[in-house]
């Protein structure tokens, strides 16, 4: 998908769906883009119920994310070193400047306890989480709707994902 492409998909996606949804499949297909598909799976756990798969939503996890990496052969039973971050899509731009569920609240483990990598993004703007409140790195396509944006985008993407940052 290139640069064009992108953008007009997140153009519809904002004008006649008016959901995240729509943003869901335009993040799925920049996943595909990155993701060496030998070595790891994009789980769409959007639909899950928070008890269905102990090892990929915790008990205790505040909320469900929308997609789950983890190691291709993953297996459901795995221990959470195998799942290497999670994707939340929302809708509004506020809601990926100003992240919820990144840190634990009373009863319930935020997804940084629990992922390494928490990315929030609306297809708009990208915004990765692996430590704090802070972001690692943030792209912005309302602002910078241009290909050096989106290869800034990709590269953040591999540079996470790759062999040697697996083998921590």
Do not use: Q
């Not at 869901?24 to 269905?52: A, C, P, Q």
């Not at 297996?75 to 809601?95: A, H, L, Q």
């Amino acid at each position: 998908m290139n640069i064009r492409t992108f953008l007009s998909k997140l153009v519809e996606a904002e004008t006649k769906s008016c959901i995240e949804n729509a943003y869901s499949h335009i993040v799925y297909e920049i996943f595909d883009i990155v993701l060496d598909s030998e070595k790891y799976s994009l789980v769409d756990v959007s639909s899950w119920k928070r008890n269905k798969d102990k090892s990929l939503l915790p008990k205790d996890i505040i909320a469900v994310p929308d997609f789950v990496i983890t190691k291709k052969d993953y297996n459901f039973e795995d221990t959470e070193t195998d799942i290497y971050g999670c994707i939340e899509v929302k809708f509004n731009d506020s809601n990926v400047d100003v992240p919820e569920r990144l840190k634990d609240e009373i009863d319930k483990r935020g997804y940084l306890s629990i992922y390494n990598n928490v990315i929030y993004t609306n297809g708009w703007k990208w915004a990765c989480y692996s430590n704090s409140n802070e972001a690692d790195w943030k792209c912005d396509f309302r602002k910078y709707g241009t290909n050096k944006e989106y290869g800034k985008l990709l590269n953040n993407l591999c540079s996470i994902f790759c062999e040697t940052n697996i083998n921590r």
